[in-house]
């Protein structure tokens, strides 16, 4: 079974996870701190009540994916720095690309209902979520990689 690579690098057990129910991934889940390390809206809510919004941006690695050049030009807007020319050979090939991992159903299962917990919580933020954070979504991606 191939796996993420967070999970086995956290765990030490990766090669037992097949053996997982969805008690167990859940069980996982908190105590690994994966879940801690995923909760957005805390972390986002946390900032907005310590500084002024003028003060925060907050840059998602799916604004990168879509267009390099706006998500840079985003950041340097946010520290006041002047346009620089960027050689466009450079934004348009991809780096660091994540490779497909196979989750079991057990893992979807137990992770499922937390995603749609951290979902609804950054909406009541009103913070935009990018339709690829959507939870079905995401999930019907995984089980077709």
Partial sequence: MESCSL???????????DTWNVDSFRDFLFESGCVGNGRYARAIGTLREIFEPSDVLIALFDEIVEDPLRFIRAIEAFLDLPPIEYDQNNLAQARNLTRPSTLNEAFLAAALPLVQDELRALEQLRFPVP???????????????
């Fill in 7 to 17: 999970l086995r690098s956290v765990t030490g057990r990766f090669q037992h996870m």
């Fill in 131 to 145: 339709p690829a954070w959507e939870a079905e979504a995401t999930f019907a991606q995984l089980r077709r990689n």
